[in-house]
């Protein structure tokens, strides 16, 4: 399931699927979550950002 990531404040690096992305304050992303993927900041700067998860089998 694809998972919609994004860049509220500073920047951000995920790497999902074997690529990197560097992405920066209003980027977006989406990708899928059921393979390896990391979140990283490599500045100083604090960063945030939104993730939506979804779990097909919660609740069902």
Do not use: K, W
């Amino acid at each position: 399931m694809p998972e919609p990531l994004h860049v509220q404040e500073g920047a951000v690096t995920i790497e999902a699927g074997g690529n990197h992305y560097d992405l920066a304050e209003g980027d977006a992303l989406s990708f899928r979550g059921d393979a390896p993927h990391a979140y990283i900041n490599s500045t100083d700067v604090p960063a945030r950002f939104s993730l939506t998860v979804f779990e097909p089998c919660v609740g069902a």
